[in-house]
């Protein structure tokens, strides 16, 4: 019996695991954490393992720990949200959340829209579902709202059934670094409610700011409940912890905790999250976290207008990321590869456009300054310029060799 | 805007979700550990959190953490297996484990094949996809294999299509307790490899044994890669860690970990298992478990034989459960629901057979031994007795007002 015999569905997905750099790179692909930030949770566990133990060693609620619910809901609320643990369901993370978004809302050849570019993890996992993604544009301020209105408003006269949801990271997105205005995002709930329309807020960078006022969440504008948000610990205290949860009217979350079917949340990792955030320690732990990663975005923004003159960014007030546009003509598929046999491991731009039908640009690149150290970062720049360099010159297929 | 509008794919998903049981039940309904032999865990989790910390804090490898996949391979090699870590993926569970298989093998309108009973959590995880159960009987060596190859014959001379897998729990199976023979399991094996069949062997139970020698896992016996075996940390250590793993050939082990969008599983609580394991506590604690267990499930055969005698059963010899079936005509929906009034929870039979639309028993229940205390089994069991007293008199309507 052969493997292909079994696996029909398996090869419908895209390819979401690509060879592992050379550990010795410097990693600028990631997602991860500074080593340095990582909290020290040895009580907490401890607490969670001992005075806990009937809790966090039995199978816990599906829905996640009261508490944490609670907690979550009161973080939320004085985040600008109305609402309560009801509105809460606790998932393994963030990526987790979006799956279940998509297992309650989505059917085979439903539509959803993705920003363009959009977070490339969040591609296949919606794909998986076989949808037909919409693309639409983003500027400066967010996501281009008057497209989506043309394309929504376009459907609804062609008497074509209307996407299912809107997907976007309005808060540092990912790869662009930008935040929606509070204005487009009004706008935005305004026409996602008109046509009947979710939104999806997947906001994990959305403490990781570095200066200036915060905007509004779109669950805190959410007057009509169109709004399920996504969030995860993952940023806000460590990757590892696999803890994040969805924020969603009751009915949706409960539908969502039937589609859940994993026994519950680990009620280990949940009580030493509830034991960090609810004595204190989180908010401390996010002053030094954003002041680790403006330290590196300053270090990254620097040597990138150092090293790589004909590169053009917006600097992010946030987030862990820079998106690099080089020169027309730059196939950043290309340079990606270049880099990461020189030494630094960095994101083509290409695997963040959710359609693979349609022409994007070519020349755009995403780098992490999250998890290097500022000698990393200088160096890791250093080895990306050599790398365009090499690429430029048209002796990218030498350095390769 | 509704939920509903939201929400149709949800509505396809049987409820999982019934009414909590009154807190202060004695609770014969969960697989909860015993509450007394909940490893104690502070050392393992502080060392994961200190001198792993880099590692059980970041994302961790979608496989799974090397070592940890390593040991697996080692344990299911230990019990006759022939692995490596190549076949192992460790995921959130053995739940989703399946859930991983699944999305692996079925698509809509496939067939799978259950026993009869089967492990009713296993049910809406396998529905969900969209299958059709084909029930198989079983008897006290197990899953009725000349039935299974009648069924399969009998569908090829008709030109149908074959299953795509047979679920089974080989080992105290779950709700039965009984344990498939060795001749079984190589016909089983047999007769699956014949026809193209996948075989998932769920078995959590497997070390749970209090008497007698253990039989060769299916795994062990597949010469020809047809199984995919679920195997967790659940009942080995504690249901709250929420790890388990899948063991299957290599190319499906990749493509499961394609399917998994989850950012890996998380690293803490994979160090934490894998120092308690490769330390050497393991061995020590599953002594203690099965002596645990043996007590418990002794304390409750005598009092079902004592306040029960019209009720017949099969001693199992490792699990958590046992299997009651009362005389015919006793309906065990009204008896779960008047002794749950009364006051401890039980499930009913009927909850554990895949097709809605066959007739079953409907005079059986499952009653969990792993979770009560000796005192708790001794007082859940008159209860039971007093309800089925209520039932049998036909004044279960008037015990539940």
Chains 1, 2 share one sequence.
Not at 98 to 114: H, N
Request: proline share 6%; aromatic share 8%.
């Amino acid at each position: 019996m052969q493997p292909p015999a079994f696996a029909r569905r398996a090869s419908q997905l895209s390819p979401t695991l690509p060879a592992p750099a050379p550990p010795e790179n410097i990693a600028f692909d990631s997602g991860h954490a500074f080593p340095g930030v990582l909290p020290d949770l040895t009580a907490e566990a401890a607490t969670a393992l001992a005075q806990y133990r009937a809790e966090t060693l039995q199978y816990a609620p599906r829905m996640g720990l009261p508490a944490l619910r609670a907690w979550i809901a009161d973080y939320m609320t004085a985040d600008g949200a109305r609402v309560s643990a009801d509105n809460i369901l606790v998932t393994n993370g963030a990526k987790h959340a979006l799956e279940l978004v998509c297992r309650l809302l989505l059917d085979e050849g439903d539509g959803v829209v993705m920003t363009s570019p959009t977070y490339f993890s969040a591609i296949p996992i919606i794909r998986s579902f076989g949808v037909s993604f919409i693309e639409v544009g983003q500027d400066r301020a967010g996501l281009d709202v008057d497209q989506l209105a043309a394309i929504l408003d376009r459907r609804r006269k062609d008497g074509k059934s209307q996407p299912k949801f809107i997907y976007d990271v309005p808060d540092f997105h990912n790869p662009t670094g930008v935040t929606m205005s509070a204005e487009r995002r009004a706008v935005l709930l305004d026409v996602a409610a008109a046509h009947g329309v979710a939104v999806v807020e997947d906001s994990p960078y959305r403490k990781v700011r570095f200066e200036g006022a915060s905007v509004p969440s779109l669950k805190a504008l959410d007057e009509r409940d169109v709004v399920l948000q996504l969030g995860t610990f993952s940023k806000l205290m460590a990757p590892g912890l696999r803890v994040g949860w969805v924020a969603a009217a009751p009915p949706l979350v409960a539908r969502m905790a039937q589609l859940k079917s994993d026994a519950g949340s680990c009620p280990l990792t949940q009580r030493t999250i509830l034991e960090f955030c609810a004595n204190g320690r989180l908010a401390q732990h996010v002053a030094r976290i954003q002041d680790r990663y403006r330290a590196n975005r300053d270090r990254m923004v620097a040597a990138v207008r150092r090293e790589l003159p004909d590169v053009s960014f917006v600097v992010p007030h946030g987030g862990y990321y820079l998106w690099l546009t080089f020169p027309d003509g730059v196939n950043a598929d290309e340079l990606a590869a270049c880099a990461n046999q020189i030494g630094v491991t960095v994101i083509s731009g290409s695997r963040f456009f959710a359609r693979a039908d349609v022409a994007h640009p070519r020349n755009q690149v995403r780098v992490a300054f999250s998890h290097a150290d500022e000698d990393e970062i200088d160096e890791g720049v250093r080895r990306l310029a050599a790398a365009y360099a090499a690429v430029a010159n048209g002796s990218a297929a030498t350095a390769l060799r």
